[in-house]
């Protein structure tokens, strides 16, 4: 603000997203009353991260990847941190947002990585290589730059990912039908052939499937990130509201029964003195 006029004031948060005033809203220009009723969540979210109105198909895919991922049981931290809140006596909002605070890079960061490594991929391609050739090159380049274990393939609970399969055969049908260009649909498969041995599979999982579709439909990969907290937040509000119902209080992460091991000093006095 400079002059502190009012319209410096109204300046002070310049915004594209929402139109607001007595009676009236718009979302990127469109009136909520006209959105009620015609949008659905997924249309919303494409319009307000977009700032369009997606097709019917694209609304679908994208809505298809939202509800693959939306839980994975108390063995996901994120999960059970609202589990574990709810028996803490605090309200879904807390319960919720402690949840969500752990969904970094570790947990719940794997699908922008790998919307990223396929991304590297692409760029090998436009150079003139083929997809198998640019996967091979990338997997290459990204074990020489110490990394190990490549975003969005292999499962620690799960051999074959049952989330998989279904949503690149929906990511392969929505190129098939023009809805997207399917290049990311191409380049998982590629990465997958890339890193697996006969005796050593490594197929793809739920977040490099998740970035197909989403990267397919447009998003950047930070996209991809923020649109898996709101798919997980789902089960998170699930499980919080479950755990809610039950008269557990202040539940830890192992049964009272079971103690942590304990790898410090032996007993010793303290010093004199």
């Known amino acids: 603000m400079t ?37 659905g969540f997924p249309e919303m979210i494409w319009l307000m991260l977009r700032g369009d109105v997606p097709t019917p198909a694209q609304a679908a895919l994208l809505g298809h990847a939202l509800a693959a991922a939306v839980d994975h049981g108390p063995q996901a931290p994120s999960i059970a941190i609202a589990r574990m809140a709810a028996t803490c006596g605090v309200g879904l909002q807390s319960a919720m947002a402690s949840a969500i605070n752990v969904l970094g890079d570790v947990h719940g960061g794997a699908g922008e990585q790998a919307l990223e490594f396929f991304g590297r991929v692409a760029v090998r391609m436009d150079a003139g290589l083929d997809a198998d050739a640019a996967a091979v090159a990338e997997l290459a380049a990204f074990r020489a730059g110490g990394g190990r274990h490549v975003p969005g393939f292999g499962h620690r609970f799960h051999p074959v990912d049952p989330r998989s399969a ?31 041995r006969p005796d050593r599979p490594v197929p793809l999982n739920i977040d490099g499937a998740t970035a197909v579709i989403y990267g397919d439909l447009g998003f950047p990969p ?7 907290v ?4 789902v089960g998170i509000l699930a499980h919080a509201w479950e755990q809610s119902q039950e008269p ?20 010793r006095p303290l010093p004199e003195g």
């Open 166 to 196: 279904p949503l690149l055969a929906l990511a392969r049908q929505a190129a098939e039908q023009g809805v997207t260009a399917g290049r990311f649909a191409a380049i998982a498969p590629a990465v997958e052939r890339a890193l697996s």
């Open 3 to 39: 002059g502190g006029g009012r319209d410096d004031g109204e300046a002070w948060w310049t915004t594209g997203i929402i139109q607001m005033e007595p009676g009236l809203i718009r979302l990127r220009g469109y009136a909520i009353e006209d959105l009620i009723g015609q949008v």
């Open 230 to 233: 709101l798919s997980r937040a």
């Open 248 to 267: 557990a209080r202040n539940k830890g992460p192992l049964p009272r029964e079971w103690l942590w091991a304990y790898a410090g000093p032996p007993p």
């Open 222 to 228: 930070p996209l991809t990130r923020g649109l898996f």
